[in-house]
């Protein structure tokens, strides 16, 4: 992969409910339409809006059809169910006896819902291949709905450390000997320390012989494709925390997805990196044209009158957290800019992606990572 | 003990130290247990913390209290757990801290007999994969301390009459399905019923005669027309939203699952707010 082809990567994040989804298929939607070649990436795929997009959930790449725009927009939203397998297939191209042990292996399925983490390196190592194969100039990534969203970033890098350090020559040892019987206690080289006999002792004794087992077979095919792995890794790790790549937290004006945005903050700051931009969802200050214009007109139903001034309030409450929200995050992210976005009074999710694109269509540059280009 | 389930973002926290706060009203006292740094419990339990008493559990303590048991001593547990290869280990081995974390919630009620405990158990699909474990590790591990403490756990915490289930969700049509799944899943897979579901963010509904008097005056030309039908079609998305919320809620009525609806509030409810309509539902 050369370094002139890798695309710029704008990684969206915050907690649930925020509207992070919509607001990364807008901000792909807008950017398509500017011109520019995009590939919007969903981790925790919705099914609705995958829907809506004309998309299916697969690990392949897939066009966005869209009437009437200059530039292309493709969409990856892989299936986090089969992600151990495409894990698997990924690691294991190449050989397929040890693929095969690798998904019969009881420890390696029993991961399948507990391994935060693996869903989403397989999905970075899907997005390096395709901004490799593709000419994508931007991969907006939407992350999954969580405090931990951007912590898959050093996922990759713990995995490595782990096949590359000495717990796997450990692990397998003690599943050899654990197999053969062999009282354990004693290390089989200079490389493990007395300490650790006794913790492998400890250890066999407290969780039986069927995980050490699973758990020796397991990391020495693990070890094997190590280099592999780590090269894997290497991609999706350049990707995600290079220069060309972009931090925008998304929340709406509640305490708890304000808090989370603070949280994310904090964690980009120790990975060394800063948010670009907070996005901040349903946080129209004014009201609409339209309620301007009709607001205080004479001869208007009751109705009319009564379900203008609901939806004022509403407006209103909602504006009023979004200045307090604002105000919070302007105190503790200084130099972050704020982009405020209105609530879109629409149901289906074509119409709100669309709509949210048109305003963020004059924000893209205060979205964008700040490279020249 | 009440597991309160739920994908993100549906308001599972806010309604989880409601009902703490509904149990210490009228029980006296409850436990409300959170998974991560405790900050968005305390967030939630703001102005309702009377007799509830907050229990964080962070993964590396609850690892701690789960081992110690095990091991024979905290010297012990604490030797195994700081050697060199287990720490790359465990961090990578994420089944175990979801098994020492169950442990510890099991601890706190076994301490604590009487006491409702509230848990805010972690975002769908995680929250099965963790209530499965227990016997998944039964039947993996076949023996061995590890073993009864999968079974410990199963017998005394992931067992009927011992938890209560409640789902949060949203008046949302997909949402409802997958909470549909997620009931499924819990039941087939933990063998526990679910007890209550809770829809949150009930839309209120505007004026009846609002959308087909807006139509009326967009139709009949004018200064106004277009302003009012853009208030028609505003009226009319919020009229949709309304409709799919009472056709997710007789869905779920088919399903045979009692019901808590909790209405939307444009910003933050208070615990307080949200307690206050749970019992207006029936609860506490």
Redesign the interface.
């Given at each position: 992969m050369s370094k002139a082809a890798s695309p710029m990567v704008v990684v969206c994040a915050g907690g649930g409910g925020v509207g992070k989804t919509t607001t990364s298929a807008a901000l792909a939607l807008a950017l398509a339409r500017k011109g520019r070649s995009t590939l919007i990436v969903t981790i925790d795929p919705a099914r609705r809006l995958a829907g809506a997009m004309g998309v299916a959930i697969t690990d392949e790449v897939t066009r966005v059809p869209l009437p009437a725009a200059r530039g292309n927009l493709a969409a990856l939203m892989p299936d986090p169910r089969r992600s151990l397998h495409t894990f698997a297939e990924q690691l294991f191209e190449d050989e397929p006896a040890a693929k095969a042990r690798l998904l019969g292996n009881r420890l390696y399925l029993g991961l399948a819902d507990a391994a935060a983490g693996v869903h989403e390196l397989v999905a970075m190592n899907l997005v390096a291949r395709a901004a490799a194969q593709g000419s994508f100039e931007v991969v907006v990534i939407d992350t999954a709905p969580s405090r931990h969203a951007i912590d898959f970033v050093t996922y990759p890098s713990r995995l490595a450390a782990l096949l590359g350090g000495r717990t796997v020559t450990w692990l397998a040892g003690l599943a050899q000997r654990a197999a053969l019987d062999v009282p354990s206690g004693k290390a089989p080289s200079g490389l493990l320390s007395w300490g650790t006999g006794h913790v492998e002792h400890l250890l066999a004794r407290v969780t039986g012989p069927n995980l050490v087992s699973d758990t020796g077979a397991l990391f020495g095919d693990l070890a094997v494709v190590r280099e592999r792995f780590v090269d894997l890794t290497q991609h999706a790790a350049d990707l995600l925390l290079g220069p060309r790549a972009a931090y925008a937290l998304v929340t709406a004006p509640t305490a708890a997805g304000r808090d989370d945005v603070l949280y994310l903050a904090k964690r980009l700051e120790k990975l060394g990196r800063s948010a670009r931009a907070v996005v901040i969802n349903r946080a129209d200050t004014q009201p609409a044209p339209y309620a301007r214009a009709l607001a205080g007109e004479r001869g208007l139903s009751p109705a009319i009158t009564l379900a203008l001034t609901m939806l004022d309030e509403e407006r209103a409450s909602r504006a009023s957290a979004a200045d307090a929200c604002a105000a919070e995050l302007g105190k503790h992210l200084r130099g972050v800019p704020l982009v405020r976005l209105p609530y879109i009074e629409a149901i289906a999710p074509e119409a709100v992606v669309a709509a949210l694109a048109d305003e963020l269509t004059s924000q893209l540059a205060t979205l964008l990572p700040a490279v020249s280009r | 003990m009440l597991l309160v389930m739920g994908?993100?973002?549906?308001?599972k926290?806010t309604i989880a130290a409601s009902l703490a706060a509904l149990e210490a009203e009228t029980r006296g006292e409850a436990i409300f247990v959170e998974f991560?740094?405790g900050?968005?419990g305390r967030?939630a339990l703001a102005g309702a913390q009377r007799n509830v008493k907050h229990v964080v559990i962070r993964p590396a303590d609850a690892l701690q209290r789960a081992a110690t048991p095990?091991?024979g001593s905290t010297t012990?547990a604490r030797?195994?757990l700081g050697?060199?290869?287990?720490k790359?280990?465990l961090?990578?081995?994420?089944?175990i801290r979801?098994l020492s974390m169950l442990e510890v919630v099991r601890q706190i009620a076994a301490d604590r007999p009487g006491v409702r405990v509230v848990v805010d158990m972690p975002?769908t699909?995680?929250s099965?994969?963790w209530l499965?474990?227990p016997k998944?590790g039964r039947d993996?591990?076949?023996?061995?301390?590890?073993?009864e403490l999968c079974d410990r756990i199963g017998r005394e915490l992931v067992a009927p009459g011992k938890a209560s289930i409640l789902v949060v969700t949203l008046p949302e049509r997909?949402v409802i399905e997958e909470t549909l799944e997620l009931c499924a899943a819990v039941v087939r897979e933990t063998g526990l019923a679910v007890d209550r579901i809770i829809v949150n963010r009930v839309p209120?509904s505007?004026?009846?005669?609002?959308l087909d008097?807006?139509r009326a005056?967009a139709e009949g030309g004018g200064p106004?027309a277009?302003?009012?039908?853009?208030?028609a079609?505003?009226?009319a998305?919020?009229a949709?939203?309304s409709a799919?919320g009472v056709a997710s809620l007789e869905a779920l009525a088919r399903h045979d699952h009692g019901i808590w609806r909790v209405p939307l509030a444009?910003?933050?409810p208070s615990a307080k707010d949200v307690a206050r309509w749970l019992r207006a539902e029936g609860a506490g």
């Open positions: - | 994908k993100g973002g549906v308001g926290t991560g740094d900050e968005s967030r095990l091991f012990m030797l195994v050697n060199f290869a287990m790359p280990l961090r990578a081995a994420p089944a979801e975002a699909g995680h099965v994969a499965r474990v998944q993996f591990l076949g023996a061995g301390p590890l073993f997909l209120v505007m004026p009846r005669e609002a008097d807006a005056l106004l277009a302003a009012a039908g853009e208030l079609a505003v009226l998305a919020r949709a939203l799919e444009p910003v933050d």
